[in-house]
């Protein structure tokens, strides 16, 4: 049972101009209102959620015997990072074998310009 006040895991399922829709694995629907997006002016909901994207939402308003939420997103940390890119390894390698040439090209450069 989803109890208001809750944080969710949920998985955006529609986007329209006046908020989103999301959907729970335990079979619970939602809206997140455009006004419960941002305090900020909101040009276009999908400056902060995409299609099929897992976000977090707190539950502002629950009916448990139909399963509908209402949710916002403007007071939490509504993204969930899910993992590194494929590459990630293979990129801060790259760095870690870079990071030393760099910095004896800086040391390098800050000799000429002190002699």
Do not use: Q
């Not at 908020?19 to 419960?36: A, M, R």
């Not at 002016?41 to 015997?65: C, H, M, P, Q, W």
């Not at 890119?85 to 990071?99: I, M, Q, V």
């Amino acid at each position: 049972m989803i109890n208001k006040n809750d944080i969710i895991k949920c998985i955006v399922s529609g986007i329209e101009e006046y908020g989103f829709f999301v959907k729970t694995d335990n079979g619970y629907s939602g809206l997140v209102h455009i006004s419960e997006i941002s305090d900020n002016f909101v040009r276009s909901i999908y400056d902060y959620v995409t299609l099929g994207e897992k976000i977090n939402a707190e539950v502002i308003d629950v009916d448990n015997k139909t399963k509908k939420l209402k949710l916002s997103i403007k007071n939490i940390e509504y993204r969930i990072c899910t993992s590194l890119p494929e590459n990630s390894d293979r990129l801060f390698t790259s760095l870690k074998d870079k990071l030393p040439i760099w910095i004896k090209e800086v040391e390098e450069e800050m000799k000429k310009t002190t002699e």
